[in-house]
């Protein structure tokens, strides 16, 4: 059974940085790899795509409003992705989620713009104050 958990959420001043983790288990590898990404959700708004990475080419996809801000990186070795998240704005707060597609890739970005079919995490606070 896939398992996908998240760490690494908090609390911190518009401006400053995070970094969410994120680890895929309970799968047998291909040489495919995984599309694994981020979501977020902040209270009132629609679940939106923020980050994702095909972890076998390594090609990177992001929304605009955090291009050039977050920068999403694997650890193939761990079956890990991490979401660098900086010059934080309170805009930025929200639930975030990590998502996997096991033994597939991103479909061009794609997934990003689908909430179905993904393996996902528990969720991750973050909280960005003004």
Known sequence: QVQVVESGGGSVQAGGSLRLS?????YTSTHFGNCMGWFRQA?????E???AISTGPGRTFY??????RFTI???NA???VYLQMNSLTPEDTAMYYCAADINTDCSG????SSLGGHYW????QVTVSS
Not at 109 to 112: H, N, S, Y
């Open 22 to 26: 994120c680890a895929a288990s309970g």
């Open 109 to 112: 970005g794609a997934f990003l």
């Open 78 to 80: 761990d079956n890990a």
């Open 43 to 47: 209270p009132g708004k629609e679940r």
């Open 73 to 75: 990186s694997k650890d």
């Open 63 to 68: 929304r605009d409003s955090v291009r050039g």
């Open 121 to 124: 995490g528990q969720g991750t």
């Open 49 to 51: 795509g923020v980050a």
